[in-house]
């Protein structure tokens, strides 16, 4: 079952779906999974549903939304910052929990890409947050960005699109507008796996944003909560380093799952399959259905 849900979160109405799975634990009341989209994007037709859904199927009850400055949630379109999405997740927790058919302490976080270093920050600072999956996610901006641009005329054509984002917004108080693909580069082939709500335009601001976002300072602050970094091994999008990284600096439990023969979208068709199989082993060991099971 589905059900189209509106919360606040510093005064924005934002837009989401809660998926609730036909059978219910001995309690009446279900473990929950806060389900966080990607980089502009959307929470539906996107990596998230396609989590909301699995996570439906294994017996969680699954809530995806709309970040502020996306899809149908309010906000100035792509005016997206990274702790305004840390804010975001934290409201929506608080709402998720006041739902009378949730377990308030069973309500864990998943996200992809950017997503899921939204998820790794906000569980870092917010230990109402049960556990954590992230899915090819990424804990160092700068690190990130330069894994991204990794040629010396890729990076100062980068750095130069902020310093120049910060001159027009010092001379004019607008945002300067860039590609997404100029923060983000994806491959041709690899784009069809966007939401086709995600939006193409940036403001610099949004860059320049998570290039100074660290979820790695946080990420130790997790334990003893379960934590899982699931990435693609030969990500052609977000570095797999990152991922390493975090796996480094985390506390226990923490798990980190490398895929072999695909890149970034792990619950891509081809690839679902044993990705499920995988990410339900780990909940089944660390964060099942049955508490105390």
């Known amino acids: 079952m589905q059900e189209k849900l509106t919360f606040s979160s510093d005064g924005l109405k934002l837009s989401g779906v809660l998926h609730l799975p036909d059978r219910r634990p001995a ?9 966080l989209h990607g980089f502009v994007g959307s929470k539906d037709e996107s990596h998230a549903e396609i989590q909301a859904r699995m996570l439906e199927d294994m017996g969680y009850a699954a809530f995806r939304f709309d970040m502020r400055c996306c899809g149908e949630s309010e906000g100035e379109r792509g005016q997206v910052r990274c702790f305004d999405q840390v804010a975001d997740t934290k409201n929506a927790l608080t709402f998720l929990a006041g739902r009378a058919e949730i377990d308030p302490l ?8 950017f997503g899921a270093a939204v998820s790794l920050y906000t569980a870092g600072v917010d230990a109402r947050i049960a556990c954590v999956i992230s899915s090819c996610g990424w804990g160092h901006g700068e690190r990130k960005f330069r894994g991204q641009h990794p ?13 120049k984002g910060r001159q027009h917004k010092r001379e004019t108080g607008k945002s300067l507008w860039m590609s997404r693909f100029d923060a983000v580069p994806i491959p041709d082939a690899l784009r069809k796996n966007l939401s086709p709500q995600a939006l193409m335009e940036i403001p610099t601001e949004t860059a320049q944003s998570m290039y100074d976002f660290r979820a790695e300072d946080v990420v130790a602050n997790i334990a003893p909560r379960p934590l899982l970094l699931l990435h693609t091994a030969d990500d052609s ?3 797999s380093e990152q991922s390493l990284r975090l796996f480094e600096k985390a506390g226990q439990p923490t798990e980190l799952m490398l895929i072999t023969g695909t890149s970034h979208f792990p619950l891509a068709p081809a690839d679902a399959p044993r990705t499920k199989l995988m990410i339900k082993g780990w909940l089944d060991k660390f964060f099942p259905v049955a508490s105390g099971a």
């Open 27 to 35: 309690t009446g009341r279900l473990p929950a999974f806060l389900v």
């Open 106 to 113: 069973r309500i864990g976080v998943i996200g992809h890409s």
């Open 151 to 163: 040629t010396p005329e890729a990076w100062a054509k980068f750095t130069g699109l902020l310093e």
């Open 237 to 239: 999008i977000t570095p």
